[in-house]
């Protein structure tokens, strides 16, 4: 490379045709000398190139992922490579005396930023980039560019991949994204650092494969996810290199207007997407699917919510306005949503409970029962004895029950007014939108300044010619109408936190019911907020098209109604199987018959294990103790599942409670009576068998004097 550089031969005419301005812009702020000067010189170094300063930490993943540098500042100052690399040695020669870690070159990690110069406005300068400025500027550049880039993301000139390329979109990305109000002086770096990366596209064979990335993320959901596109900013870059859109947005169908708010609104939505993953990453699903049922349902109690458009809007603006709401909003964390918990059991109506009418009828009912099922007693021939069939026999009752089924779904579905708003809502939707300020990227913010300049610059590239050779004649300066144009659209200025509805409307996206579509955009984005979900749910191709309007709120809408239904189900069953559990355990335990209390176990335990119910049932007996009628030949029954050899609980098998349950019954029952009880449970206690020479362990124990808990001495007498 040093062999090509030093056999570059400049065209001094072309350059000394440059103009005062142009050689006043392109001059270096440290060695106060212009890009004709130092080209020239004879004695000049053969490498050196003109470019602007940045400020940058290195996270480790950038090696892999380059888009993920962490860009702390653009610089507005110019200066020439050699004098920031000269002050970059200087600072870490001074820090290498001082301190172990040198951070002048942006270092790895993500501490403290490092500086090694300050610029034009004080600002902090670590790192550099060259600029494209003309043809003669550029043979220095091209044939460097590699080296600067390996450098510039691993600190190692020969770290160059292909994929560090995407580093020059995304900081230019980075630099549309951060406009506001801008100056003169700023937007000529901009759009000098755009004609680099237009050049660097054309002559790296860049420009098929990124045309093709904007293109696939626009007309597919499987193209947009992080895995794909890292840096959703580095498609603003793209974008903003292209000297004709119609390239990228290229249906005859629809108006480039129209399509472009269509690759905004995808984009919002990937935005919106991946904020969240920032902001749930570590919540537990319970949590956010509190919040998605408060979007669908709104909260407890709200009734039917706004009567119209305009109520909605009224509150909304009133919200948004309120500073003490702003304020609040604006110290919270992250713990404001963990109490937001899905209430599952959310509208749950317990059964009535009717007690029998004749209670020693009933228990004679359940004694005779076990005794049948026991093979104490023969099973009566009554009539009434036969069970009762659950489902219909014939053809036409089954027709008949399906239909009702259908009638009862469709009933429950039509009930659901998913158009509904309702003021809770609206404060959820004003929370989130607070919280992807302060933890998306990008952000509500970065996007609305992305749209604004890239409809300026729609207009600029309408020329019908490169608009890059608008701005090469103009010797590498932007040329007036440029600035003028992208200036016309940041006039009106641009909002610090703009929210939902302002971005939308700015993308020209056009939805029928703003906040409707608002509550079906944030489910879709918080249920589906980790990359490995959205995968799973494109692949299977139940993604919801936000594209499609009023069919995407639908879809939303009844897809987290069903999930919802269904978990509430599942919370419903488990409290109608608690409250049965309890009333049975009830009955269980004061029962004065054992053949009532072992009806009752055959009913509720005998098949299946000792679950939730019978965890309900020890905690009952554990708290009443000796109160409780029958105790000893219960406790025998339920410790060793079995009444004289016949299975009554968990198919006959035998529970040895854990220690802890053990405290617990011995101090309802006493130690002789639960302990009498468990030797019968265990039938052969077994003893650790100690070393041959009887000689005690450091715990003291050995043959002759075994471990054997203090409650089981006596009995073994063990002293």
Same mark, same amino acid.
């Given at each position: 490379?040093?062999?090509?550089?030093?056999?570059?031969?400049?065209?001094?005419?072309?350059?000394?045709?440059?103009?005062?301005?142009?050689?006043?812009?392109?001059?270096?702020?440290?060695?106060?000398?212009?890009?004709?000067?130092?080209?020239?010189?004879?004695?000049?170094?053969?490498?050196?190139?003109?470019?602007?300063?940045?400020?940058?930490?290195?996270?480790?993943? +950038?090696?892999?992922?380059?888009?993920?540098?962490?860009?702390?500042?653009?610089?507005?100052?110019?200066?020439?490579?050699?004098?920031?690399?000269?002050?970059?040695?200087?600072?870490?020669?001074?820090?290498?005396?001082?301190?172990?870690?040198?951070?002048?070159? %942006?270092?790895?990690?993500?501490?403290?930023?490092?500086?090694?110069?300050?610029?034009?406005?004080?600002?902090?300068?670590?790192?550099?980039?060259?600029?494209?400025?003309?043809?003669?500027?550029?043979?220095?550049?091209?044939?460097?560019?590699?080296?600067?880039?390996?450098?510039?993301?691993?600190?190692?000139?020969?770290?160059?991949?292909?994929?560090?390329?995407?580093?020059?979109?995304?900081?230019?990305?980075?630099?549309?994204?951060?406009?506001?109000?801008?100056?003169?002086?700023?937007?000529?770096?901009?759009?000098?650092?755009?004609?680099?990366?237009?050049?660097?596209?054309?002559?790296?064979?860049?420009?098929?494969?990124?045309?093709?990335?904007?293109?696939?993320?626009?007309?597919?959901?499987?193209?947009?996810?992080?895995?794909?596109?890292?840096?959703?900013?580095?498609?603003?870059?793209?974008?903003?290199?292209?000297?004709?859109?119609?390239?990228?947005?290229?249906?005859?169908?629809?108006?480039?207007?129209?399509?472009?708010?269509?690759?905004?609104?995808?984009?919002?939505?990937?935005?919106? !997407?991946?904020?969240?993953?920032?902001?749930?990453?570590?919540?537990?699903?319970?949590?956010?699917?509190?919040?998605?049922?408060?979007?669908? #349902?709104?909260?407890?109690?709200?009734?039917?919510?706004?009567?119209?458009?305009?109520?909605?809007?009224?509150?909304?603006?009133?919200?948004?306005?309120?500073?003490?709401?702003?304020?609040?909003?604006?110290?919270?964390?992250?713990?404001?949503?963990?109490?937001?918990?899905?209430?599952?059991?959310?509208?749950?109506?317990?059964?009535?409970?009717?007690?029998?009418?004749?209670?020693?009828?009933?228990?004679?009912?359940?004694?005779?029962?076990?005794?049948?099922?026991?093979?104490?007693?023969?099973?009566?021939?009554?009539?009434?004895?036969?069970?009762?069939?659950?489902?219909?026999?014939?053809?036409?009752?089954?027709?008949?029950?399906?239909?009702?089924?259908?009638?009862?779904? #469709?009933?429950?579905?039509?009930?659901?007014?998913?158009?509904?708003?309702?003021? %809770?809502?609206?404060?959820?939707?004003?929370?989130?939108?607070?919280?992807?300020?302060?933890?998306?990227?990008?952000?509500?913010?970065?996007?609305?300044?992305?749209?604004?300049?890239?409809?300026?610059?729609?207009?600029?590239?309408?020329?019908?010619?490169?608009?890059?050779?608008?701005?090469?004649?103009?010797?590498?300066?932007?040329?007036?109408?440029?600035?003028?144009?992208?200036?016309?659209?940041?006039?009106?200025?641009?909002?610090?936190?703009?929210?939902?509805?302002? +971005?939308?409307?700015?993308?020209? =996206?056009?939805?029928?019911?703003?906040?409707?579509?608002?509550?079906?955009?944030?489910?879709?984005?918080?249920?589906?907020?980790?990359?490995?979900?959205?995968?799973? !749910?494109?692949?299977?191709?139940?993604?919801?098209?936000?594209?499609?309007?009023?069919?995407?709120?639908?879809?939303?809408?009844?897809?987290?109604?069903?999930?919802?239904?269904?978990?509430?189900?599942?919370?419903?069953?488990?409290?109608?199987?608690?409250?049965?559990?309890?009333?049975?355990?009830?009955?269980?335990?004061?029962?004065?018959?054992?053949? +009532?209390?072992?009806?009752?176990?055959?009913?509720?335990?005998?098949?299946?294990?000792?679950?939730?119910? =019978?965890?309900?049932?020890?905690?009952?007996?554990?708290?009443?103790?000796?109160?409780?009628?029958?105790?000893?030949?219960?406790?025998?029954?339920?410790?060793? %599942?079995?009444?004289?050899?016949?299975?009554?609980?968990?198919?006959?098998?035998?529970?040895?409670?854990?220690?802890?349950? !053990?405290?617990?019954?011995?101090?309802?029952?006493?130690?002789?009576?639960?302990?009498?009880?468990?030797?019968?449970?265990?039938?052969?206690?077994?003893?650790? +068998?100690?070393?041959?020479?009887?000689?005690?362990?450091?715990?003291?124990?050995?043959?002759?004097?075994?471990?054997?808990?203090?409650?089981?001495?006596?009995?073994?007498?063990?002293?």
């Amino acid at each position: 490379m040093e062999k090509e550089l030093a056999a570059v031969v400049f065209d001094k005419e072309a350059l000394e045709k440059m103009d005062g301005e142009a050689r006043g812009f392109f001059m270096c702020d440290l060695s106060q000398m212009n890009v004709v000067e130092f080209l020239l010189e004879e004695d000049g170094e053969p490498n050196d190139m003109l470019g602007f300063g940045l400020a940058v930490k290195r996270p480790e993943f +950038v090696i892999d992922d380059p888009t993920q540098l962490h860009i702390d500042v653009i610089s507005s100052t110019v200066v020439v490579q050699s004098a920031i690399q000269d002050a970059i040695k200087y600072k870490i020669d001074i820090e290498g005396k001082f301190q172990e870690n040198v951070t002048a070159h %942006g270092a790895f990690g993500l501490g403290e930023l490092g500086v090694a110069l300050r610029g034009r406005s004080r600002e902090a300068i670590n790192s550099w980039l060259p600029f494209y400025v003309n043809k003669e500027h550029w043979k220095r550049v091209k044939p460097q560019l590699p080296t600067v880039l390996g450098y510039f993301c691993t600190l190692d000139p020969l770290g160059f991949a292909p994929n560090q390329f995407d580093v020059l979109f995304t900081i230019l990305g980075v630099m549309i994204a951060r406009l506001d109000a801008p100056g003169e002086h700023q937007l000529r770096i901009l759009f000098a650092f755009q004609r680099t990366c237009f050049q660097a596209a054309v002559d790296f064979n860049l420009l098929a494969g990124l045309t093709e990335k904007l293109k696939n993320f626009h007309t597919s959901a499987k193209f947009r996810t992080k895995d794909v596109v890292p840096n959703l900013l580095t498609l603003v870059g793209y974008l903003a290199i292209l000297p004709d859109m119609s390239t990228v947005f290229d249906n005859k169908d629809k108006n480039l207007e129209s399509q472009l708010a269509e690759f905004w609104m995808v984009f919002l939505e990937e935005a919106i !997407r991946r904020g969240f993953n920032n902001i749930f990453k570590e919540t537990p699903e319970s949590v956010f699917m509190g919040i998605v049922d408060v979007l669908l #349902e709104g909260q407890e109690g709200e009734g039917e919510g706004f009567r119209s458009e305009e109520e909605r809007m009224k509150y909304w603006l009133a919200h948004l306005a309120d500073k003490t709401i702003r304020e609040i909003y604006e110290k919270e964390d992250l713990s404001c949503f963990p109490p937001m918990k899905f209430d599952a059991a959310r509208g749950f109506v317990a059964p009535v409970s009717t007690p029998p009418k004749n209670p020693n009828k009933e228990n004679e009912k359940i004694a005779k029962e076990a005794k049948v099922r026991l093979g104490y007693a023969k099973e009566g021939k009554s009539v009434n004895n036969r069970k009762k069939e659950k489902r219909p026999q014939n053809k036409e009752d089954k027709i008949k029950e399906i239909e009702e089924k259908e009638k009862e779904k #469709e009933k429950e579905e039509k009930s659901f007014d998913w158009m509904k708003v309702t003021p %809770g809502m609206l404060d959820l939707i004003h929370r989130l939108q607070f919280h992807l300020h302060a933890r998306g990227f990008p952000t509500l913010a970065a996007i609305y300044r992305s749209v604004t300049f890239v409809k300026g610059w729609t207009e600029i590239a309408v020329s019908g010619k490169n608009v890059f050779d608008e701005l090469d004649e103009n010797h590498g300066i932007a040329p007036e109408r440029w600035t003028k144009i992208v200036k016309s659209h940041f006039e009106k200025q641009q909002p610090r936190h703009p929210n939902f509805g302002e +971005v939308l409307s700015h993308i020209g =996206f056009e939805v029928s019911d703003l906040f409707t579509f608002l509550r079906a955009l944030l489910m879709q984005g918080i249920f589906y907020h980790s990359n490995k979900r959205a995968i799973t !749910r494109i692949e299977s191709g139940r993604h919801a098209n936000v594209l499609s309007g009023k069919e995407f709120v639908e879809q939303i809408m009844t897809e987290f109604r069903k999930e919802l239904l269904l978990q509430r189900e599942d919370a419903y069953q488990a409290l109608r199987n608690l409250l049965a559990w309890k009333e049975i355990n009830e009955k269980i335990l004061n029962a004065t018959d054992i053949y +009532v209390f072992l009806g009752y176990m055959l009913r509720l335990y005998k098949e299946g294990d000792r679950n939730e119910g =019978f965890k309900m049932l020890v905690e009952e007996i554990q708290k009443r103790g000796t109160a409780i009628p029958k105790l000893e030949e219960k406790m025998k029954v339920i410790l060793t %599942g079995k009444f004289e050899d016949q299975p009554i609980i968990g198919n006959g098998n035998p529970w040895v409670p854990e220690r802890e349950n !053990r405290k617990k019954f011995i101090e309802a029952m006493g130690l002789d009576t639960y302990v009498s009880l468990e030797v019968l449970v265990r039938g052969v206690f077994q003893l650790h +068998v100690y070393r041959e020479s009887d000689k005690p362990n450091r715990h003291g124990h050995c043959n002759s004097n075994p471990y054997i808990a203090p409650e089981w001495r006596d009995l073994f007498a063990f002293k």
